[in-house]
């Protein structure tokens, strides 16, 4: 899976910017389909994706290592400033905050949802 980065528009919108990374529909795109353009939540999040053709893990999984993560994920991270979601794919993190990381961005509890992509001919 090719990920295109995207850095958030704003503070707010690190959800937004992992969506349309994801989907690879823009931002502010994400950000009038969710009907939302501030803090996003695992519903929407999860919603947006399944009604796109992606497969997203019904579990919050807790993570420590890069090594215990799936091909690709979305990650909830307790950041030093907040909660911010970010995305995981094929060993690199593309963080809407932080940029596009080789480890995790300083956080204190992290969690996955495991995405499986839509297959190819659907998109």
């Not at 707010?12 to 990374?21: I, K, R």
């Not at 995405?115 to 190819?120: L, N, Q, V, Y």
Request: glycine share 6%.
């Amino acid at each position: 899976m090719t990920i295109e980065y995207i850095h958030e528009p704003t503070d707010l919108q690190c959800g937004q910017a992992v969506l349309a990374m994801l989907t690879g529909i823009g931002c502010g795109e994400v950000c009038r389909l969710l009907g939302n353009d501030r803090e996003t939540n695992l519903a929407e999040m999860k919603s947006f994706l399944r009604e796109r053709g992606f497969t997203v893990s019904d579990e919050r999984t807790a993570v420590n290592r890069k090594s215990e993560l799936p091909e690709v994920c979305v990650l909830s991270l307790e950041t030093p400033r907040c909660w911010h979601w970010s995305l995981y794919c094929e060993g690199i993190f593309y963080d809407p905050e932080h940029g596009v990381m080789e480890d995790f961005p300083e956080s204190k509890r992290r969690y996955y949802w495991r995405i499986t992509p839509p297959d190819i001919e659907k998109r």
